[in-house]
């Protein structure tokens, strides 16, 4: 129940602790929370920060009657250097600055990539600062919120401990502002449909996240054998207690049998452009020696390419896989179509080629 023997912690701070009136940088919270940093790095524990904040510390610079997505990343931009500063001047020690789109978690090349300089920073000292690259990003690209962020961030580098630190306490089974009889979970061994119900709704005026956004994020963490937690980031009291070996807020239980590494990048990081819906009796084709072929595909949704993640479900919806597939959607949607005609058995399909290859596949569980 403690992180006091946990080596690596990876700490999430949102844009309310960073900017509390929603307009630059404030040391007001943050304080507490480079001390925390601080405290870990000294008995010996390694930290990375994922801090948001950027749009809220470039906002001041901006007198735009209307935020558009132009002036937002522009705001990114200028309040990333504002932001770095006051973690620099609260930390003291040589920080690395690290900008993120969803495109770079996704590429197995890129996520490598992210990992081993992350490692290196760790072996020497630093402290790695995450945060997404909002000047770059799309709707295609972009995680959207850095509570997801933390936690993709978080299983790259085999983080023993994820803190996402937010206004209240932890998660509660209504909403605690408006519900004074509210009841708050310490523990949370199972993350349930009914715990997303739950927190349903609940967002912060100044980030983007929410506790609908931190329930993933943990499904995501604890999926991997992370510890994690939902913390008051904005009461110094939160980080004595975590100090003390304590669990001042909401605490979610590891999975006891973790996602394989490769297995959990597949599941919870990469995003599926398409499903590719075969038979019932391929099911098993993961698990077994059997290669799905064209013949197997039943019907083809969504658009991707050579290479893109799709899930592979059965008719009845069962989602059973997440793999690369080695066909376009074009090419596999002519041929389902060409298959349920008839009378034009004779033409020339490329049957021989698997759709997707084995080494990139992620088997689901009950999802
Ligand atoms: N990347 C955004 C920023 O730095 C924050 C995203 C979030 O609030 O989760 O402003």
Wanted: net charge negative.
């Amino acid at each position: 129940m403690s992180i006091n023997d946990k080596q690596r912690i990876v700490i999430k701070v949102g844009s309310a602790l960073i900017a509390p009136e929603g307009k630059g940088c404030s040391t007001k919270y943050l304080s507490n929370i480079a001390d925390f940093i601080s405290s870990c790095r000294q008995r010996g524990q390694q930290v990375i920060l994922v801090s948001s904040g950027s749009v809220a510390a470039g906002k001041q610079w901006f007198d735009n009657p209307t935020v558009t997505k132009g002036v937002k990343k522009a705001m990114a931009s200028v309040g990333q250097t504002e932001m770095m500063a006051i973690w620099g001047k609260l930390l003291g020690d040589p920080l690395a600055q690290i900008l993120l789109t969803h495109a770079d978690l996704c590429n197995r090349e890129r996520y490598v990539s992210i990992k081993e300089t992350i490692e290196s920073l760790l072996a020497n000292g630093m402290i790695p600062v995450i945060n997404e690259n909002d000047t770059v990003t799309s709707e295609e690209v972009k995680v959207g919120d850095n509570d997801n962020l933390a936690a993709m961030a978080a299983s790259a580098v085999d983080a023993d401990v994820l803190i996402m630190c937010t206004d209240v306490n932890g998660l509660y089974d209504r909403n605690p502002t408006t519900n004074p009889d509210a009841k708050l979970f310490s523990v949370v061994t199972e993350i349930s449909p009914e715990l997303y119900d739950m927190a349903g709704g609940v967002t912060s005026a100044v980030g983007t996240g929410g506790m609908l956004t931190k329930i993933e994020a943990a499904e995501k963490s604890t999926a991997h054998g992370i510890d994690t937690y939902i913390i008051n980031g904005f009461q110094q009291e939160s980080f004595s207690k975590l100090l003390q070996g304590l669990n001042p807020g909401t605490h979610f239980l590891p999975h006891e049998a973790p996602l394989a590494p490769s297995v959990h990048w597949m599941t919870h990081t990469v995003r599926e452009r398409g499903e590719v819906i075969i038979d019932d009796e391929n099911q098993d084709f993961a698990e077994s020696d059997e290669f799905l072929t064209t013949d197997n595909i039943l019907e083809v949704k969504g658009q991707f390419g050579v290479g893109d993640t799709v899930v592979v479900s059965t008719d009845d919806g069962t989602r059973v896989a997440k793999a690369k597939v080695n066909y376009s959607s074009c090419l596999l949607n002519y041929i389902a179509q060409e298959q349920s005609d008839e009378d034009d058995a004779d033409y020339n399909q490329p049957q021989n080629r698997p759709i997707i290859s084995k080494e990139h596949i992620a088997v689901l569980e009950n999802e």
